[in-house]
Each structure stands twice: as C-alpha cells, then as structure tokens.
C-alpha cells in the first residue's frame, strides 16, 4: 500500500504540473462512470431504490448515461482505485468512504469541487456543518455528503426490564455504564462462560476509539504525526484499561467467544448493550429475534467530555475526470433532495441534508436520539489520515496483545504508539 501511494504521489506531482481540467459542456450525449463498493445487491429496497434514482435521473438529463462500477469488498475498493488512478483508467467519480478519504484527498487524486460550487452559489449550509467538512481542507471542498452516522449504544430494552433496571439515559457515566454491565450479567451454572452478557465488545477502532477521546487521550496528535506521547499517555491507557477490563471480568464475551458464535449476540438475547451505527436499525427491523420496539438507544457514557465518532459516505470527482461539469451536475443530484429523502427512507444512515434529516425525526423511536448526537460527533482519523488504515491494523492488534496476549496496557500501547509513528511519517 505504501508502495502504491508513493506511485500515485509521484504521478500527481507530474499531473499538477499540467493545466487543469476545465468544466466544459459537450452538448451532446456524455456517459459518466461512478465506483461504488460492494457487488449488485439481493436487497429488494436497495434495487428499488437505485432504480428510482436512475429514472429521475434520466427524465432530468436524458443526454447524461450513468454507469456504476461496483467493486466487490470495501478491502478491495481503495487498492482497486488507487491502481486505476496510476493507469489514467479512473472513473469519473467515486464514492468517498469517511475512514478513507484521506488517501484520495492527500495523494491529490479528486478534483476540488468549490470552483463548481461558488459559481453557482451552492448552498452549502444545508448540510450538517460537521459532516460536510470530513472532505474540506481549507476552502477546498473535495466531496458532497450522502448519509452518516454517529456511533451509538444499543440497549435491550426487554433484558433491561426483565431484571429490574431503568433504561441508560443521555449523560451517564462509565461507573453507572460498568455497573449496568455487572447488573446485565448473568452466571451460568457449570460453566465459566456466562448465559448473559452486559456488553459486547469488537475489537475494532471505529468501536472503541470514542473511549479515548472521552477521557482526554487519543491516538495520535491533533495534527495527526505523532503517536508517541498520545496513545500512550496516562488518559489514552485509563481508557483501553477500563474497555479491556470489562472483557476480562467476563462482563463480555472474550474476542475468541464473539468470533465463533456466528450469530449477532445482540439480536439473540445473549448481550444486553451493544456499540453500533445506524445501519443496525435496518437488521432490527428485519430481525426474526428482536424487534425495533425491544431496542433503545442511547449516547455513549462519559467521561470526561461527551464525544463519539461518526462515520460518512458522500460522492467525489476524480481529478482525471472527462467530464467534470456534467459530474459535478450528477454529484449535486446524489446529495440533493430527491435522493437524499429516498436514501433516507433505507435507513442505513441519516441524511447529512439537515432538514431532511429532520423530516424523519419521528419515523421511529431511534430516531430523535441519533439527531441530538449528531453535535457530539467528530470524523474518524481515517478523513484527515492516510495511513489510516495501517493505524487501525496496529491499533487491533495491540487490544489482541491485551487481551489474548495478556501484555501490561502501558506496554502495548507504547510499543503501538512507536510503530504508529513510524506510519503516519513523523520520526
């Protein structure tokens, strides 16, 4: 991968020193190619979904074809692009993932979109002013939003009631949190494992990342090149400390417990809390064993400040573009209203179009939580970061060392610090 960037990086500093490309208008008929990730979908509402997009598409600008490229495996669709880039094969757009924009943004591969915007007036504020800024760098804007979400706790309301405890509501603790989990926990008789967990927890860093920020502590500097002094400072190891322990004191299943069981703990009962986004309100609804009404959810506990981390999709022109006018047309109609409320209706995410976003504050009982958190969220390293990827690897394996390797916290978190580092460039 690094290989691959420094090639790009190579190539773009030859392309920057061309003209650019200026938006013209062909006047005839113009084919425009779009990456997205992920194969053709079985999803009944998804086809639907893109077939109403592709119609109204159509009856606006007819002489405008569409084309999507979908790139099976979100593993897949940056190594895949990044390559097609290097060969001058690149579509016209992309889809922008939050956890990897910084690779597109930093290796100078999207063509800035504010030119387009300001000579129009484009309205920029009808979007959530922290979700349209995961693709700002100054007055740049290198993508319009799609949807988004801030990473929430999902609670079983029927395990909540069934022993007797109030509902976790906005503001609470980490104590009353650590609490809730030992109240939520069940023994099971001859067995060390338990028939009911408090919480799960996922060893990834979109899961656990919002720990450190609550605490004062963080994976790397604001600046984003120095890891050494930041994750293993005193408040980023009183974070992994309390989520760890929490595994350990059997309060969750262990990582090798979660991986092998094959079924979603939350939904069969088995765990009381659960970290997720919104795109877990879409398996609620069609869960055989729990229904939306059985799920609450609520802010994560706090610490010292109340903070979470929000994850996005939105639409980019690639610097090579063919036709930029007439991409920045089909990315305005992706992010504007007509698409945006039929997305929104999916419920994989919220609409980063506030008002839309509003029109369904009450199309469940989810919703009004997430909407009054959308303050609290911040983008993922991976939008300012482009070894992000890279970080979030090291950061896996250092809760593994943890947790399977039983390594002291400071030590794993120093010697992941150190190796971080090395990723993101500073010495």
Request: net charge negative.
């Amino acid at each position: 991968m690094r290989r691959l960037l420094l090639v790009i990086g190579i190539f773009w500093i030859v392309a920057g020193c061309a003209s650019p490309t200026q938006p013209t208008d062909s006047g005839g008929a113009v084919t425009l190619h779009l990456a997205d990730w992920g194969g053709a979908s079985a999803d009944t509402n998804m086809n639907r979904f893109q077939q109403e997009v592709d119609a109204e598409w159509a009856r606006i600008h007819p002489n405008i074809r569409i084309e999507l490229e979908h790139i099976p495996g979100s593993g897949e669709y940056v190594p895949k692009l990044l390559t097609s880039i290097v060969a001058h094969t690149e579509p016209d757009m992309v889809s922008l993932d939050a956890s990897s924009a910084a690779i597109f943004i930093e290796n100078n591969a999207l063509k800035d979109l504010a030119p387009f915007a300001k000579a129009e007036s484009f309205d920029e504020g009808v979007y959530y002013p922290n979700v349209l800024g995961l693709a700002k760098r100054g007055d740049q804007l290198f993508a319009l939003p799609a949807d988004f979400t801030p990473m929430m706790l999902y609670y079983n309301k029927r395990l909540f009631d069934k022993a007797g405890i109030p509902y976790p509501s906005d503001g609470w603790t980490w104590e009353e949190f650590l609490q809730t989990c030992r109240k939520l926990t069940i023994a099971s008789a001859g067995s060390h494992r338990p028939s009911q967990y408090g919480f799960i927890f996922d060893n990834w860093m979109p899961g656990w990342i919002m720990w450190l920020w609550q605490a004062g502590g963080d994976v790397l500097s604001p600046d984003g090149k120095r890891s050494v002094g930041y994750l293993d400072s005193t408040e980023a190891a009183n974070a992994v400390r309390f989520f760890t322990d929490i595994v350990k004191e059997r309060l969750a299943p262990s990582l090798s417990e979660t991986a092998s069981q094959g079924v979603d703990l939350f939904s069969a009962g088995k765990v009381a809390m659960k970290i997720s986004g919104h795109w877990s309100i879409v398996g609620f609804k069609a869960s055989e064993t729990i229904h939306l009404e059985d799920v609450g959810v609520v802010s994560l506990p706090r610490k010292k400040k109340r903070i979470t981390v929000m994850y996005e999709m939105g639409y980019a022109m690639t610097r090579g573009c063919k036709h930029p006018k007439e991409a920045w047309e089909y990315i305005k109609f992706l992010s504007g209203a007509f698409v945006q409320r039929k997305r929104a209706e999916l419920g994989i995410g919220i609409s980063a179009h506030r008002a839309i976003a509003e029109e369904r504050r009450h199309t469940n009982p989810l919703e009004p939580v997430f909407l009054d958190n959308v303050q609290y969220a911040v983008p993922p390293w991976g939008a300012r970061v482009e070894n992000y990827a890279q970080v979030e690897d090291i950061g896996k394996e250092m809760v593994d060392e943890i947790l399977i390797g039983n390594k002291p916290v400071e030590l794993a978190l120093h010697e992941a610090a150190k190796r971080i580092q090395a990723e993101v460039g500073t010495p």
